[in-house]
């Protein structure tokens, strides 16, 4: 490389196999480790940031420009974004969007998330799509390259995404022309879900994601949803006994976190992909009516298909690229649940509001 060029950079990543990638920090100042995955999304750069499910994940962007259209208060996906960290070829700190009220870094800034741009992108994405996901360290270009790979070796990401991600007390979002009261077990709830819920008559309990189904059942809901949210679904058996527990009494749904979660709770297997889904143009087929539509995913886990047989779920979807279950059911019980995160037109909306109806 350009020692030249090098000169000119402040900040690197270190991958844990002593791979370096220089480039130019924004956003928060620190060292950090993350684990490393890609996203391929065009746009969008605001809700990946304030996806809870990003948690401990440094997010590489393979769109080359960032950071263009700036920040808008109402997109965010959640209250306190807690991305670890973004990669980006190039940086715009000059946002053109009417709607604009901050820049990308100085969101990132408030909640100190760090961000490198300048590097390829490209090369790191066909090295996470070939190898795996990879540990990261975000540093100072001063830092050695042997004592990154120390703090690499020492640093464990943590498994308390979920907790660290869920609300801590209850809350609410009501909506005038109400319905349906739904319970929203927060793993990592994404606002626009919410919002979209709200849209369909539904007023919006949130509880923590330790919540006991004997508090759930005490507010009497009409369906109960299991939030999206990060990390290995296994790491919150509390959610998991909570379905194990509640299923039949009412409806119940899943999206992401929360599909796999349903999936474990009914006796299914889940594992880890080797680099996720995570962008907005991955096409998924209904096998109830031979549909294939495109759907945002973001997710690095993912419900076994050979182990769902001999339980009482059925596959309703499928990835067509890689054939990974993208949505189960169960109709006894009216539980279902969905991998991709269903866009405000989708019809896994209406079908939750037609079971709560009491409609099949």
Not at 258 to 270: D, N, P, S, V
Not at 337 to 346: A, C
Request: a negative charge; aromatic letters at 10%.
């Amino acid at each position: 490389m350009d020692m030249q060029r090098i000169m000119n950079y402040n900040k690197k990543i270190v991958l844990e196999d002593g791979s370096e990638y220089f480039g130019y920090g924004f956003g928060y100042d620190c060292d950090r480790v993350c684990e490393l995955v890609f996203n391929t999304a065009m746009l969008g750069y605001q809700e990946i940031i304030s996806d809870p499910t990003y948690t401990y994940q440094a997010v590489v962007m393979t769109y080359p420009l960032i950071g263009n259209c700036g920040t808008a208060d109402d997109d965010f996906e959640t209250k306190v974004p807690t991305l670890g960290g973004l990669v980006v070829r190039e940086y715009n700190d000059v946002p053109s969007n009417f709607r604009a009220t901050k820049t990308l870094a100085e969101v990132m800034e408030d909640y100190k998330i760090p961000g490198i741009s300048g590097l390829d992108t490209r090369e790191l994405t066909r090295k996470i799509r070939d190898n795996g996901t990879y540990k990261v360290l975000f540093t100072s270009i001063e830092t050695p390259k042997e004592k990154a790979l120390e703090i690499l070796a020492s640093t464990q990401i943590p498994t308390d995404a979920v907790s660290k991600v869920s609300c801590k007390k209850r809350w609410y979002s009501r909506t005038p022309n109400m319905k349906y009261n739904v319970v929203a077990i927060d793993c990592g709830i994404k606002l626009s879900l919410i919002r979209t819920l709200n849209s369909r008559g539904c007023n919006i309990t949130v509880v923590p994601y330790d919540t006991t189904a004997e508090e759930v059942m005490k507010m009497k809901p009409d369906g109960i949803y299991i939030s999206d949210g990060p990390g290995n679904p296994e790491d919150v058996p509390t959610v998991i006994d909570l379905v194990k527990t509640l299923k039949g009494k009412c409806p119940i749904i899943g999206v992401g976190l929360g599909h796999e979660i349903i999936g474990l709770a009914y006796g299914a297997k889940t594992y880890k992909l080797k680099f996720g889904h995570r962008g907005c143009n991955h096409s998924v087929r209904s096998l109830i009516n031979n549909t294939l539509r495109n759907h945002l995913q973001n997710h690095g886990y993912a419900v076994d298909a050979d182990s769902i047989e001999g339980t009482e779920l059925k596959i309703t979807h499928l990835n067509i690229f890689d054939k990974t279950v993208e949505g189960i059911s169960c109709e006894k019980d009216n539980v279902y649940g969905v991998q991709y995160l269903p866009s405000e037109f989708s019809t896994f909306y209406e079908r939750f509001i037609n079971l709560m109806k009491g409609d099949k």
